[in-house]
Nanobody, 115 residues
Framework: QVQLVESGGGLVQPGGSLRLSCVAS????????MGWYRQAPGKERERVAT???????NYADSVKGRFTISRDNAKNTVYLEMDSLKPEDTAVYYC?????????WGQGTQVTVSS
């Protein structure tokens, strides 16, 4: 019924940039926010950034000033521009869409920051 398709992950050197995209399709009503979470090996999944349909954003302290989340509500698409990447940003990144009642998740995309 609902599908989230992510793209943009890959391998990048420290200091480099990547742009992740996530397109949501299906019957999703009253989206509250779209966002990105990540999980590194042996660590808990953490919120990276979220953006509401109205444009309000929230960022994890670890990525503030380096990552930028944006969205296209008409296309149900959310983006994550990642700049000044660090090795500690290496993780599987998951797209999430929610209306606060139901949460939908993407399959995850690997981001590896290594020289």
């Amino acid at each position: 019924q609902v599908q989230l398709v992510e793209s943009g992950g890959g391998l990048v050197q420290p200091g480099g940039s990547l742009r992740l995209s996530c397109v949501a399709s299906g019957s999703i009503f009253s989206i509250y926010y779209m966002g990105w979470y990540r999980q590194a090996p042996g660590k808990e999944r953490e919120r990276v950034a979220t953006i509401t349909s109205g444009g309000s954003t929230n960022y994890a302290d670890s990525v503030k000033g380096r990552f930028t989340i944006s969205r296209d509500n008409a296309k149900n698409t959310v983006y994550l521009e990642m700049d000044s990447l660090k090795p500690e940003d290496t993780a599987v990144y998951y797209c999430c869409v929610t209306n606060t009642v139901v949460f939908y998740w993407g399959q995850g995309t690997q981001v590896t920051v290594s020289s």
